[in-house]
């Protein structure tokens, strides 16, 4: 079985500033997949960034960068140079290389201030 | 089509009346996931389909929940006699293989009064 915590309910941060969410995970699997994903107002899951645990180098996609760090399971989001736009619940997710289903954290939710 | 598409969007219903909550996957995407998400609750798995067969009911809550997917591609999820504590929001999402991550729809609200 997999969890996966997020251990921050409600963060902010000023436009143009950086900003990091944490997330935690626990896996018995020897391999797997971690996901954060952005839930705006609209309610449609958008997906951020994806990291294979195999792969030491840490994912980067623009302005969002993680930080994986495999031996103590932490898998924390860095939101560069944070726009309005940005605002929305983040989630954590893991998902087993054998599975198929994702395990979700129960959020994050970023607010982003002029 | 471009994107997963679910309706209807809101739906508001009566304690005890079935509801069928529809997703229209991305073309070509065989894997379709159910999930339901409720305030304070995170996200909770109910079925993955591949193709359309469903190797993994076993997040359905009780069995006044079903599912369907025909043709390899919409997919309904019903809920018989529907509770309170049914209400939240449902979201659909494919995949065209695994480990990828999935492209989510933007949920359908379900209210039951």
């Known amino acids: 079985a997999q969890t996966v915590t997020q251990s921050q309910p409600e963060m902010s941060v000023q436009e143009a500033e950086t900003v990091t969410l944490s997330c935690t995970y626990d896996?018995?699997?020897?391999?797997?997949?971690l996901f954060w994903y952005k839930q705006p107002p609209s309610r449609q899951m958008i997906l951020v960034i994806r990291?294979?645990?195999?792969?030491?180098q840490n994912a980067t996609e623009n302005r969002f960068s993680v930080n994986f760090q495999k031996a103590a399971k932490s898998f924390s989001l860095k939101i560069s140079d944070s726009q309005l736009g940005d605002t929305a619940m983040y989630f954590c997710?893991?998902?087993?290389?054998?599975?198929?289903?994702?395990?979700f954290g129960k959020g994050t939710s970023l607010l982003v201030t002029p | 089509g471009a994107g997963v598409s679910q309706s209807p969007s809101n739906k508001v219903t009566e304690k005890g009346k079935d509801v069928e909550l529809r997703c229209d996957p991305i073309s070509g995407h065989t894997a379709l996931y159910w999930y339901r998400q409720s305030l304070g609750q995170g996200l909770e798995f109910l079925i993955y389909?591949?193709?359309?067969?469903?190797?993994?009911k076993s997040g359905l809550p009780s069995d006044r929940f079903s599912a369907e997917r025909t043709g390899g591609s919409v997919s309904t999820l019903t809920i018989q006699r529907t509770q309170q504590e049914d209400s939240a929001v449902y979201l659909c999402?494919?995949?065209?293989?695994?480990?990828?991550?999935?492209?989510f729809g933007s949920g359908t609200r379900l209210t039951v009064v």
């Open positions: 997710a893991s998902e087993a290389n054998s599975g198929y289903a994702l395990n």
């Open positions: 896996t018995s699997e020897s391999n797997y997949y």
């Open positions: 999402a494919s995949s065209l293989a695994e480990n990828y991550g999935y492209t």
């Open positions: 990291q294979e645990a195999y792969k030491q």
């Open positions: 389909f591949q193709g359309n067969s469903a190797p993994d």
